[in-house]
């Protein structure tokens, strides 16, 4: 049995299992994903000992996938894994991957964007150049690089 198997926090009967983020990342996650507005059990594993990554940290959420925004978990960091449990068994396995389109996930930091004037409008951006992970706004074209380390 190999490390990373042996720490078990609860069984998780239904939820998703948040697996594969670059150690001390958990809780940035947590806050991007707004998990503390969801009414259910979430688990933060910190510092996990990884045979691939060294170390890690996993988040357990008892919740359907259908409440967390995988887009925004795929422009994070789409190296990391979703497992989905179902009957306390992991059903399904999936790889994230960076999303096409961005919905009110980051924000267009250009004052003279319509998004600056118009408050209720949503930040748009759109995946324009995938090899170097830059993002640009639907409205004014301002250009947004993510800063994740890919290792």
Do not use: W
Not at 24 to 32: L, P
Not at 112 to 139: K, M, P, W
């Amino acid at each position: 049995m190999t490390g990373e198997h042996m720490l078990n926090i609860g069984g998780l009967h239904e939820g998703v299992v948040l697996d594969h983020i670059p150690a001390g990342k958990a809780m940035d996650i947590y806050k991007r994903l707004k998990l503390d507005k969801l009414d259910c059990q979430v688990a933060m594993i910190m510092h996990a000992r990884s045979s691939k990554m060294g170390q890690k940290d996993i988040i357990k959420v008892e919740a359907p996938l259908e409440l967390l925004n995988l887009d925004a978990l795929g422009f994070i960091d789409h190296n990391i894994t979703v497992n989905i449990i179902r009957d306390a068994q992991i059903v399904e396995k999936r790889k994230l991957r960076l999303p096409r389109k961005l919905i009110n996930v980051i924000h267009c930091k250009n004052p003279r964007c319509i998004t600056s004037i118009e408050q209720g409008l949503d930040h748009v951006f759109y995946l324009a150049d995938e090899e170097n992970e830059i993002y640009r706004c639907t409205y004014c074209e301002e250009k947004y690089h993510t800063t994740v380390k890919r290792t």
